[in-house]
């Protein structure tokens, strides 16, 4: 997958290009499966395969109180494009210049002056522009009248519910990070580095690795069941995330106790794959109340991660004639 991040990086329109447009921040079933249809449109017309979203989102620009947590970092967000075998990722830079285009000019110089669309897929409840004005029957308008084709996907539904990025994040926010898997199709999961924390944990006989994330979209204060991957390596966990109100500290934590582990990985990269919520943070009368309850955490994480197979957004899609 070739990376562009700017228009001014291209230098000719693509090739038949198929494209869909989104900001696409969770990368979950319902994107994927817009993946799958661009990918096979590009490779029954010939074309370029193309996925154009935006950095930052928008909101964080045109209403940043109403911006929502990203559910993946930028990195992640490529990552996990990347496994849909597109032939481009563009990511434009959301400026104020691009913010006041009209949908119509946004149409003739980006996707048919620079891009050079020639078939269009968008989500069903996709639109852009101020006040949305760049809606579905306008982009299929557009598509009469300049000559390109315009597919709208609809819902892509799980238990009778639609996927979308809002109930994600109702998900994880909520700590269902077992239910998540299913709108996902992966494990949630995010990387951080391992710094030093209060050493509390050691001397309450259970040392921690403590991490610093970037990730926006934290799961709900409590103790989960992960798996940890420090180097390649995965590790079952028990992570608290939350503050230490036991004792009267409130800023948060995420502090990962790794069973059968006792390397020093300080200023490590650390990825965790949460599996399932525990408990919700307690405060506890003292020290020993915390300490039966970490030891229960830990019996109760050995059950659930014994036969866990974490999921990952691997490559999943092969060509229509295969």
């Known amino acids: 997958m070739k990376i562009i991040r700017s228009l001014s990086e291209i230098d000719r329109p693509f090739d038949k290009a198929v494209v869909t447009l989104g900001n696409f921040d969770g990368v979950h079933l319902g994107h994927r499966e817009i993946f799958r249809s661009v990918v096979n449109s590009a490779r029954r017309e010939r074309g370029t395969s193309i996925i154009c ?16 947590r990203l559910i993946n970092t930028p990195e992640e967000r490529e990552r996990l494009i990347a496994a849909s075998r597109v032939d481009v990722l563009l990511i434009i830079p959301f400026t104020s210049e691009l913010a006041a ?3 119509e000019r946004f149409v003739d110089e980006v996707l048919i002056e620079r891009i050079g669309i020639k078939h269009l897929v968008v989500g069903y409840d996709y639109a852009f522009g101020k006040g949305r004005s760049g809606s579905i029957e306008f982009l299929r308008q557009q598509g009469k009248d300049k000559g390109f084709v315009v597919d709208v996907f609809g ?21 269902d990070v077992e239910g998540v898997v299913n709108l996902l199709g992966r494990h949630f999961n995010f990387e951080g580095q391992v710094v030093h924390g209060e050493g509390r ?10 991490l610093e994330t970037d990730k926006e979209l934290i799961p709900a ?32 934590t995420i502090e990962a106790h790794l069973l059968d582990f006792d390397q020093d990985v300080y200023s490590q990269k ?15 009368p003292d020290k020993e109340a915390l300490i039966v309850a970490i030891s229960d955490d830990i019996d109760r994480a050995r059950q659930c991660l014994d036969q866990v197979q974490i999921i990952e957004y691997r490559e999943y899609l092969t060509p229509e004639s295969a």
């Open 221 to 252: 204060a409590g103790v989960y069941a992960c798996i940890a991957s420090i180097d390649g390596r995965e590790i079952s966990s028990v992570v608290s995330i939350g503050c230490k109100s036991t004792f009267g500290e409130h800023p948060l």
């Open 270 to 284: 650390m990825r965790l794959y949460f599996v399932k919520k525990l408990r919700d943070q307690q405060t506890f």
């Open 201 to 210: 944990g050691h001397h309450l006989g259970f040392a921690t690795a403590n």
């Open 101 to 103: 285009l009209s949908p």
């Open 53 to 68: 979203t935006f950095e930052p989102h928008p909101l964080k620009m045109l209403a940043a109180d109403r911006a929502p």
């Open 155 to 175: 819902p892509v539904q799980k238990a009778g519910q639609v996927i979308s990025s809002t109930r994600v994040r109702q998900a994880i926010l909520s700590g």
